[in-house]
């Protein structure tokens, strides 16, 4: 009859060594961070899509704004827009490649992104070429809202002045009280980037402080600015 081999004094077997805890092979590890990956990146991608929910004004239940919310893990369900615009991007990559454009964007992106980690709730996707839309949630009253806004443009444009040779104007919607509404904050702050002109670039702008040219933030020429168009400039 034949005999068995008994294992040797300290072999593992069945992926079990000999305290029994459990051994995972370098495949394995590759696989569990390969999951992980793909976790955050849909997780990433569902985010981004109720964003554009959001500021299209494509959820018409409470709940529903809820119930995703909570599913993404977002406890605060946001109430204000920011929409951030690459200054001067056509100039910068006019006769340039779009891999080029796509460096720029991506720069400006990934410094945004170290920003925004620091605010809770807060998210953010890209909404055009050369611009990017955040979703937060401010503080009560409106008044500490808008100052709170303002206070997170500020830090945005200057993370981005930071690690670029970019600029960003940041336009500030309305704070509603409804998440429902925010299509009307996103259109309020692209409404306020067009002020833009008038202040120059790298900009805070809220909409909360202009009512058309009665609100606006104060009118600047250049010197030399009227003659100009006489000198063919």
Same mark, same amino acid.
């Given at each position: 009859?034949?005999?068995r081999a008994?294992p040797?004094? $300290?072999?593992c077997?069945?992926?079990?060594?000999q305290?029994g805890?459990v051994?995972?092979? $370098?495949r394995q /590890?590759e696989r569990?961070?390969?999951e992980k990956?793909?976790?955050? #990146?849909?997780?990433s991608?569902l +985010?981004?899509?109720?964003?554009y929910d959001?500021i299209?004004g494509?959820?018409?239940n409470?709940?529903?704004?809820y119930?995703?919310c909570?599913?993404?893990?977002i406890?605060?369900?946001? %109430?204000?827009?920011l929409?951030?615009?690459?200054d001067?991007l056509?100039?910068?990559t006019?006769?340039?490649?779009?891999?080029?454009t796509?460096e720029?964007?991506e720069?400006v992106?990934q410094?945004?992104e170290?920003?925004?980690? %620091?605010?809770? %709730?807060?998210m953010?996707?890209?909404a055009?070429? $050369? +611009?990017?839309?955040l #979703?937060?949630?401010?503080?009560?009253?409106e008044?500490?809202g808008?100052?709170?806004?303002?206070?997170?443009a500020d &830090?945005l444009r200057q993370?981005?002045? &930071?690690?670029?040779?970019?600029? /960003?104007s940041?336009g500030?919607?309305?704070? /509603?009280? %409804?998440?429902?509404?925010?299509?009307g904050s996103? +259109?309020?702050?692209l409404?306020a980037l067009?002020?833009?002109?008038?202040? $120059?670039?790298d900009?805070?702008?809220? &909409?909360?402080?202009m009512t058309?040219?009665? +609100?606006?933030a104060?009118?600047?020429?250049?010197?030399?600015f009227l003659?100009?168009p006489?000198?063919?400039d």
């Open positions: 009859m034949r005999m008994m040797r004094p $300290g072999a077997s069945s992926g079990f060594n305290a805890a051994q995972i092979s $370098g /590890v569990l961070v390969w990956r793909q976790e955050e #990146l849909l997780r991608s +985010r981004s899509s109720l964003l959001f299209f494509k959820l018409v409470a709940r529903e704004s119930e995703k909570r599913l993404l893990g406890g605060t369900i946001p %109430d204000a827009v929409v951030l615009q690459i001067e056509p100039r910068r006019i006769n340039r490649s779009e891999w080029y796509y720029l964007r720069r992106c410094a945004l170290k920003a925004v980690a %620091d605010i809770p %709730d807060a953010m996707a890209v055009g070429s $050369g +611009r990017l839309v #979703l937060l949630a401010a503080p009560h009253p008044s500490a808008v100052e709170y806004l303002k206070t997170v &830090s993370q981005v002045r &930071s690690d670029t040779d970019l600029t /960003v940041v500030i919607g309305g704070i /509603v009280e %409804d998440a429902r509404r925010l299509h996103y +259109r309020e702050a409404a067009r002020h833009k002109f008038f202040t $120059g670039l900009s805070t702008l809220a &909409s909360q402080e058309g040219f009665s +609100r606006q104060e009118f600047r020429l250049e010197p030399g003659q100009a006489h000198l063919g």
